[in-house]
């Protein structure tokens, strides 16, 4: 499969590169920063420098050309503030699900947050993102061209991957290592059976491809 990801950057992003290249897939991923192709080809990606906040459509369109399956793991990071909240997490986001239509590529991938929800009140940057991603994510599963499939990770941490999780529709809230959410991702781009679900994932004592198998309803 030929597979690109937003946010090809990204701590979680890399990981899954590594992941589906060990795996024999064709994997590219989309940065704004050519500084960062190195770091992509010794994951095993191809780099396309392409700015998902100015692009149009039909520019991401074309590098989605001739995919079989597109994930969305950009995020505007820690440190921005609430606007780039907006450009990135959910304008950025239903950007690149308009050109995956376009160009034709059916499965969807999206990594989300736990408690996104596009109602949320509150102020604050944080409330700004969960907003974000909750309307990103709300457009997505309004999409009858698009097989996706939605992931919401707990609190993220840099533990060592255990192999282990709970990866349910409702999980309530908990830790997550990035290993295990690369993982779930790579076992998810190759599962269709799991298109139209919003899974909330953190860690757990169930194996990976078994919690995916029973999401999926194997």
Do not use: C
Request: hydrophobic share 45%; charged share 25%.
């Amino acid at each position: 499969m030929r597979i690109v990801i937003a946010g090809g950057h990204g701590q979680i992003a890399l990981r899954l590169e590594r992941l589906l290249s060990a795996g024999g897939h064709e994997v590219a991923g989309v940065i704004r920063d050519p500084g960062q192709s190195a770091e992509l080809r010794a994951a095993g990606a191809e780099p396309v420098v392409l700015d998902l906040e100015s692009a149009s459509v039909d520019e991401v369109a074309e590098a989605l050309r001739g995919a079989d399956a597109a994930v969305f793991a950009a995020g505007a990071g820690p440190g921005s503030g609430a606007a780039r909240k907006e450009t990135v997490d959910r304008a950025a986001a239903v950007l690149f699900a308009d050109a995956a239509e376009r160009a034709g590529v059916r499965r969807y991938l999206v990594v989300s947050s736990m408690g996104a929800d596009a109602g949320r009140a509150g102020d604050e940057v944080f409330d700004a993102y969960l907003r974000a991603k909750g309307a990103a994510d709300d457009e997505v599963r309004s999409r009858s061209a698009l097989d996706w499939t939605i992931l919401r990770p707990g609190a993220l941490t840099d533990d060592a991957g255990t192999g282990l999780v709970r990866l349910e529709a409702s999980t309530g809230r908990g830790p997550v290592p990035r290993d295990d959410v690369a993982a779930v991702l790579a076992e998810l781009v190759e599962t269709p059976a799991t298109a139209g679900l919003t899974l909330e994932l953190i860690g757990g004592s169930v194996p990976v491809v078994v919690a995916v198998r029973d999401v999926a309803g194997n």
